[in-house]
């Protein structure tokens, strides 16, 4: 079954101009540096828009991926839609912590990642969260609820932090 984003480009443009964050449409540069590049001979991959910006001093990029799959003919056939939450920790996690899913490294310091996104880590100090069709305002949500347990979190969370 097709999914579907919640909030049209207009809704996510309008969110982004109220913060002074940076709405993108489309968002090309995106290809390849989250996700795999699945740009293929029969799929194309097209980035359809992102909003860059800091919350809580937190640097996100939110975006929207749709894959298409030419069928016969060279018809596309749009087979799915992405929505997605990209975090910038502000350090390097401790290994052990980053040995589990983000959310289980959360819970284990007493705090959750509950809500509309299944995180993963990307690198050492992203984690990439996959939506359900995920709202402006749970965006923010989101990046309020892991800024405010980063804020109480032991600072032995860290392995290191960053030096820029």
């Known amino acids: ?7 049209s480009a207009s809704d996510w443009e309008s969110w982004a101009n109220e913060h002074g964050w940076r709405y993108t449409a489309p968002a090309p540069h995106l290809a390849g540096r ?16 992102s909003v860059d910006g800091t919350q809580d001093d937190l640097e996100f990029v939110a975006f929207q991926r749709r894959l298409d799959r030419k069928v016969k003919g060279g018809v596309k056939k749009t087979v ?11 350090g390097v996690v401790r290994a052990d912590l980053r ?8 819970a284990s310091l007493g705090g959750s990642l509950a809500g509309r996104y299944d995180f993963s880590w990307h690198g050492e100090d992203w984690v ?10 749970e965006v923010e ?3 309020r609820q892991i800024s405010s347990q980063l804020a109480l979190a032991p600072a032995e969370i860290w392995e290191r932090k960053p030096t820029t």
């Open 80 to 90: 799915d839609w992405d929505d997605h939450l990209a975090v910038h920790l502000p």
């Open 1 to 7: 079954m097709l999914k579907r984003a919640s909030g």
């Open 128 to 137: 990439l969260g996959s939506g359900q069709r995920p709202a402006p305002v």
């Open 141 to 143: 949500r989101t990046l």
């Open 34 to 49: 989250f996700l795999p590049d699945l740009a293929r001979r029969e799929t194309q991959e097209d980035y359809l828009w």
């Open 99 to 106: 040995a589990m899913e983000p959310a289980a490294a959360f």
